[in-house]
């Protein structure tokens, strides 16, 4: 309608916009590929710019890329946990895991070769990258459920559950993303409550959580 | 009592023991190290023989080394699922989980090493060895469930619970291996029967074997 508005798409972008673009380019492309055979000459291709320019971004080549991809990654996982302390239990864990499963979806066979690590990719520093995930949401989780002090059973039951979670979610992508994500998100809620009440009948501890989550309906 | 009595420390191993001996020298050490700070002359000295001898065996060095130990583990593992299709099914669950227990408790840390791969040695090989003991896990346990063709809700199931007993025995070592190994091993298939309970609620497959254990008693 108005030809004559000025357009942006030429502006340059800022070093930390032109750094996500990049990002981007690179985690649409671990979605289709393994990360060993990612090249920063296919980023350039994916992002439309020049080689020298992703070079110039990561001069460690392809395992600097990587280890930024999945740092961002991880970033954007964290903000899946994010949930105001309010309102009952459960349906703040479905919240946290209708945002995860959405961030598993978009990200689909690039979620997989984030966290499971590339076969030439994998270093110490990746997977703590990704144990650094799995610990934040160990934490979220303990404390909406109001603990101070958790005990080796909860803890152990907790950590349990995401692991199981995490399997899920791969198994899911390869199995075309069935069941639906709703029915998904029900069901490791409820498993969620299964193992905790298996957990309060030797503790204490999660046996008033159990109770607390029962009241709450 | 008798000096006399011929000895046979010194008799020649054949070829089949004597890599037996360097892979159980290997995974002693695993037990203690990283995989990838372990050389082949630590074996040599681990093993009490000449450092020639075990270049002789694993000219691949130590990835060879680190290869054939992770599979030598993984048969041991795979022993620990034979179980006779006899009986209620949750007891052979347990005698299964008290020898996968064990196995745990004996190799200790180097359990830790060898199903997370090193940071160096990890290759698309290793993880396909440690993805054939879960999936031969996973068979075992649908075949004891007497199910033919198991639909995408067990087998998901069941693959979940194999994560989260995976998950409960690294945390386990972490943890100074508390709680006692008899009571993890209740806790596990109480789970296992917990997250089944869930699953039969929208599976008819699911619901039925849940009858049948409940009827077992």
Redesign the interface.
Known sequence: MTPQAPTRAYRRLTVEERRSQLLRAALSLFAHRAPEDVSLDDVAEAAGVSRPLVYRYFPGGKQQLYEAALRSAADDLRHCFDEPREGPLLPRLARALDRYLAFVDEHDAGFSALL??G?VV???RT?AIVDGVRRAAAEHILSHLGVDRPG??L??TV???I??V???SL??LD?GK??PAE?LRD?LV??FV??L???A??DAQTEAIVRRVAEQG
């Open positions: 499971q690590g076969s994998e270093t110490s997977s080796p059973r803890r152990m950590r349990m559950w692991t199981a995490e399997a899920a198994i899911w199995e069935q069941p029915e069901w409820e498993q299964a193992v009440t298996v957990t009948r030797r």
